[in-house]
């Protein structure tokens, strides 16, 4: 017994010394660091140690117990995110032509393209918490999952529209109920649908919808609030609502900004389901981009230069866009300019957008707008990391989620798409096996 004892006790230290030796470390080195928290560009290393940034170095550091990678040459940025996914796969505007790619696959494009982590924002509730809560627990290739669940809406509101069920709720007795059973599930945000555009499907009413943010706000979860007009946006914003999404199509009034501010609430503007998909009629030349052609099939691609084979909706939605972007445009520069907190997210499931590359589309429109590269790069990550509670950035502590460029991210935003490598929880990602069909899990 004494023995035993003695051999159980072997066995602990073992394993215990083996997990010492197994936490890995990785050193990038020569890097030039973008830090879009603190604005900041510095030629230094970054020490990781399993998951986590340990430091960030600007001496160099001559010895290293662990994997150096030298990036001489080449910019660091945080990994980015997407805020607003539908992340099922990509829709054509030739309805008979698309991506049915579903959640791990959209993951893994993620990834590969440089966005470690997404918010998706409606999906068959059950399908996505379970998907999520084993990625969380056992590990999935792929990027982090973020999720809303279902849609609160109102009864024939949007989000029933789809064949997939959602979450109906008309007046506040049934926010209660529906919330209570939604929290059990963990929602990372609570999606709200409140839009008031003169024509659209029906809305929650006023009295329901600040019952949501209320409920939601009681429980500690942002809400992330569908809007169609400003008045929505001044209505969920004094009810307490963390973040709106979609713009606007009318001008900007004067009193949005101030209220937006004084409240700390933010926008997901979504430009690229708004404008993108005239951009790419406009020129065709962005439908060759690098990034896009490696991630999205060529088929896809193709249908969207076939404008005869359009489906008769989206020759309507071409219209909206000439109609509306240059205002859109306009409001998101005044918007970023005054301090409001910006989110990137590309609505991406929808026409116009691609899963994963949209991002970096996204931030170009943000700059094409008339903000700052740092505004979009903190837009995309940073910011949109604090908004789910997590620590995203470049600094110590910050979980190691990184893309490395072969291009200045500053002198030109499109440069993200340039990319070198991505890291992923302290682990160079292997990028082409993001994109094999099934893949290594
Ligand atoms: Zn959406």
């Known amino acids: 017994m004494k023995i035993f004892r003695v051999h159980v006790l072997w066995i602990v230290l073992v394993f215990m010394s083996l997990d010492v030796v197994s936490a890995q ?77 579903m959640t791990p696959m959209v ?12 918010l998706d ?37 949007h989000g029933t529209e789809y064949g997939i069920p959602t979450r109906v709720v008309n007046n506040p007795e049934e926010v209660e109920k529906e919330i209570g059973e939604l929290i059990a599930k963990k929602p990372d945000v609570i999606k709200l649908v409140y839009d008031n555009v003169p024509g659209r499907m029906p809305t929650v009413n006023l009295e329901t919808m600040k019952a949501v943010v209320q409920e939601s706000n ?21 009810a307490g609502a963390h973040a709106v999404t979609h713009t606007p199509e009318e001008p900007l009034p004067d009193d949005i900004i101030p209220l937006m501010l004084e409240k700390g609430a933010a926008i997901i503007p979504t430009l690229c389901v708004q404008t993108e998909f005239l951009n790419l009629i406009q020129d065709s030349t962005l439908l060759e981009s690098p990034l896009l052609t490696e991630m999205t099939s060529a088929d896809l691609l193709k249908s969207y230069k076939d404008t005869s084979a359009f489906a008769p909706g989206f020759k309507r939605w071409l219209k909206a866009q000439e109609r509306s972007r240059e205002d859109l445009l306009n409001t998101i520069r005044a918007l970023g300019e005054a301090g409001v907190p910006i989110l990137v997210g590309t609505d991406a499931g929808n026409v116009g957008t691609f899963q994963g590359y949209s991002v970096h589309r996204e931030m170009q429109l943000m700059v094409e707008a008339g903000l700052s590269p740092w505004n979009a790069l903190e837009s995309a990550t940073t910011r949109a990391g604090a908004f789910l509670g997590l620590s995203a950035g470049v600094s110590e502590g910050s979980v190691a989620n990184l893309v490395v460029l072969n291009q200045s991210p500053l002198d030109d935003i499109g440069h993200t798409q340039d990319i070198h490598m991505v890291v992923y929880r302290g682990k160079v990602v292997d990028r082409p096996s993001m994109l094999s069909v099934g893949g290594g899990e």
Do not use: C
């Open 107 to 118: 993951s893994r494009r993620m990834l590969y393209s440089g966005v470690t982590g997404f």
């Open 25 to 101: 470390r990785l050193l990038l080195t020569n890097a030039t660091i973008v830090d879009p928290a603190d604005r900041t560009e510095k030629k230094g290393s970054i020490v990781i140690e399993g998951n986590t940034i340990q430091s960030v170095e600007e001496m160099v550091i001559e010895e290293f117990d662990g994997d150096v990678i030298d990036v001489e040459g080449k910019w660091i940025i945080p990994g980015l995110y997407d805020m607003h996914v539908h992340s099922y796969g990509n829709m054509g505007p030739n309805r008979s032509i698309g991506e049915f790619l």
């Open 218 to 238: 009681k429980h500690d979860i942002p809400v992330v609030v569908h809007i169609g007009t400003w008045q929505d946006i001044r209505d969920v914003v004094e």
């Open 121 to 157: 924002l409606f999906s068959v509730e059950d399908f996505i918490f379970t998907l999520r809560d084993t990625q969380r627990k056992d590990g999935m290739e792929g990027a982090d999952i973020y999720a809303a669940g279902p849609i609160l809406t109102a009864t024939g509101g």
